[in-house]
């Protein structure tokens, strides 16, 4: 896969699980005919012989044998049904030996008859059919192990003491052999197929869903650019047309104005510009002992009291003062002031807002939500002392199927696209670069109950143990 | 440019964004002469027209509650309100918002940003539109409507 997809919200399943689950749903398909079909004829079969015992002697002297046939078909059926597609078909699978044992003795001592070599190649047949490739050399190998095993028959050796019969035996197994190898190299041959053209769809999904989210970017950004825009224009075509005519004060008051307009404006083209910068920048990190409980009441001043919706917002702050974490200052209190901004503005006025900090080992958390791998390398080291910071909301929620979208580019919930709450899609994405880059991780947890809220949590390197600030 | 005097007119502004409010409210102010009044939600603004009877709304369409496309649909359905000149002005930019504003019964679609003097030519002009002239449009609209399907 192209590197550079891999940032792409992948709301549709990898794709070695659309593979799968195509494979799966046509093995149960092909499982949810045969075995009913099975079971009605054995069952009537066995029902039969009891009503006309004299046409079904047969069928009479090798009951057990059969009525284990149609149990088996039977729990096929209801595996099927209930979507157990290896319990399925490794029940059809055992049926059809069974019955292919049931033909041999039925029919010894005519042990290369039709009637034996029909059931075996139907079953390796119905093996490439139904079941795994493996399913495929599987049958072949108890076949051959039965034919074997048969071959040593007190009661077939008279016609294994003739030549042409051990002939025809080995040539039997060497033909039952080369039909299992051309089933199973078709077999994974389609199987290679599929997950070719499922590559393709996936990359082509991939694509589009980017398009999508850029769209979305651009309608969003779009949307937000033209309200400041407004104002700063709008100020300075007042203070143009009327500024001579106004008091002094008055026309300060558009100047300030005019002057907030552009600020902000500035502010959303610097986040836009921020993500790149993210990006290029990973590497020139120069760490330092950062104070956890400083950066929080820095980060909550910094947030545009506007967002609250112009009520006064509590927020509970439990940091040990001498809790540091090992980064960069900047990086930490951009971190911090998205998350506090989201929180308040994915909330409703007046709930309060809580940021609580500890120290940790690396252990990762018990968590359904879906958790992102560092930028530099695989797994943390076992062991490792970090500092985790929550940040707490009680407000709309994140429906879980939606949290791992949050941390990419671009996104938005459904939700908020549909609502007056304003966001670009970039800030959750930018606490995640710039996390990483300092080798932390971040992650949300919520149960997506409006007024339950969500959590978000960070974790990022211990700078020195606190003293008596661990955690139990 | 000759900026129209809005001496006598009325005109309620309906947008969520308290600080458009402020900057339209000085706009007209300043160079219209017209009163103002202000609604920062859909329902509130639905109120006030009925209660009010504004020459002129302008109405934004992205607000919580009542949308502005809702609340034209609202104002044309009363006839009590169905004469007062509505203009949309939003930062939906698509042909298909336009669209879908001027087919709720809106008499004109401003996209932001505006400036004060092209937002008062727009407010001056629509106040002068006679009803029977806007039936005319909204019949050409629907007839424009029907020919693209």
């Known amino acids: 896969m192209n590197a550079a997809m891999k940032d792409v919200p992948f709301i549709v399943r990898a794709e070695r699980q659309i593979y799968a689950e195509y494979d799966r749903d046509r093995r149960l398909r092909i499982s949810r005919i045969i075995a009913p079909g099975f079971v009605s004829v054995l069952t009537l079969l066995i029902v039969a012989s009891q009503i006309v015992p004299q046409q079904f002697a047969g069928t009479r002297s090798n009951l057990g044998i059969i009525a284990l046939c149609d149990a088996f078909f039977l729990l096929g059926a209801a595996a099927a049904a209930r979507k157990h597609v290896n319990l399925a078909t490794g029940s059809i699978l055992l049926a059809a030996l069974l019955i292919m044992a049931l033909s041999v003795l039925v029919n010894q001592p005519f042990i290369l008859s039709d009637l034996f070599t029909v059931p075996a190649v139907v079953i390796i047949g119905l093996s490439a059919l139904i079941g795994r490739p493996w399913m495929i050399l599987g049958t072949t190998a108890l076949t051959t192990a039965f034919v074997l095993f048969l071959s040593g028959s007190p009661s077939l050796a008279h016609d294994l003491a003739d030549r042409n019969n051990v002939n025809s035996l080995g040539a039997f197994i060497v033909e039952l052999w080369l039909l299992a190898l051309v089933l199973y190299s078709a077999a994974r041959g389609y199987r290679t197929v599929l997950r070719q053209i499922s590559d393709v769809r996936v990359q082509y999904e991939r694509a589009r869903q980017l398009d999508e989210l850029k769209d979305q970017f651009i309608t969003s950004v779009n949307h937000e650019l033209r309200n400041p825009v407004m104002l700063l224009q709008g100020y300075v075509e007042l203070l143009r047309l009327k500024g001579s005519t106004l008091s002094a004060e008055r026309r300060d008051d558009l100047i300030q104005r005019a002057s907030r307009a552009g600020e902000s404006l500035a502010h959303l083209v610097q986040s836009i510009l921020d993500t790149r910068r993210v990006d290029q920048q990973a590497k020139d990190f120069a760490p330092e002992a950062v104070p956890v409980a400083e950066m929080v009441m820095t980060a909550a001043s910094l947030v545009d009291p506007g967002q609250g919706k112009g009520v006064e917002r509590e927020l509970h702050v439990q940091v040990p003062h001498e809790l540091s974490i090992w980064g960069e200052k900047v990086r930490l209190q951009q971190i911090l002031t998205n998350l506090l901004s989201n929180a308040i503005k994915y909330s409703a006025a007046g709930t309060p807002i809580e940021v609580n900090a500890r120290v940790v080992s690396e252990a990762l958390p018990r968590s359904n939500v879906w958790r992102l791998q560092r930028r530099n390398g695989g797994a943390p080291r076992a062991g490792r002392r970090m500092v985790e910071i929550e940040v707490r909301d009680h407000g709309l929620g994140i429906p879980p199927d939606q949290a791992p979208l949050l941390f990419q580019r671009f996104v938005r919930l459904p939700r908020d696209l549909a609502s007056t709450t304003v966001g670009n899609g970039l800030g959750l994405y930018l606490c995640r670069e710039l996390t990483e880059a300092m080798g932390g991780r971040i992650w949300v947890e919520s149960t997506g109950v409006e007024g339950e809220g969500s959590t978000f949590y960070l974790r990022l390197p211990l700078a020195s143990p606190p003293a008596g600030a661990e955690a139990a | 440019m000759t900026i129209p005097s809005g001496t006598g007119y009325r005109v309620l502004i309906i947008d969520d964004n308290r600080d458009l409010l402020d900057l ?78 001027l087919l709720a019964g809106a008499d004109r679609y401003l996209t932001k940003p505006v400036t004060p003097s092209a937002l008062v030519q727009a407010i001056h002009s629509v106040v002068r539109l006679s009803e029977a002239e806007r039936a005319r449009r909204l019949q050409a609209l629907l007839g424009d409507a029907d020919a693209s399907s």
């Open chain 2, 24 to 101: 339209i409210t000085q706009s007209l102010t300043l160079l219209g002469d017209y009163t103002v009044l202000t609604a920062d939600n859909g329902a509130d603004g639905l109120s006030l027209v009925m209660e009010m009877r504004p020459d002129c709304a302008v109405i934004d369409v992205k607000m919580p509650g009542l949308d502005g496309y809702q609340l034209v649909r609202a104002l044309r359905g009363d006839p009590d309100t169905a004469a007062i000149p509505l203009i949309i002005l939003t930062a939906l930019t698509q042909e298909h918002y336009h669209f879908a504003g």
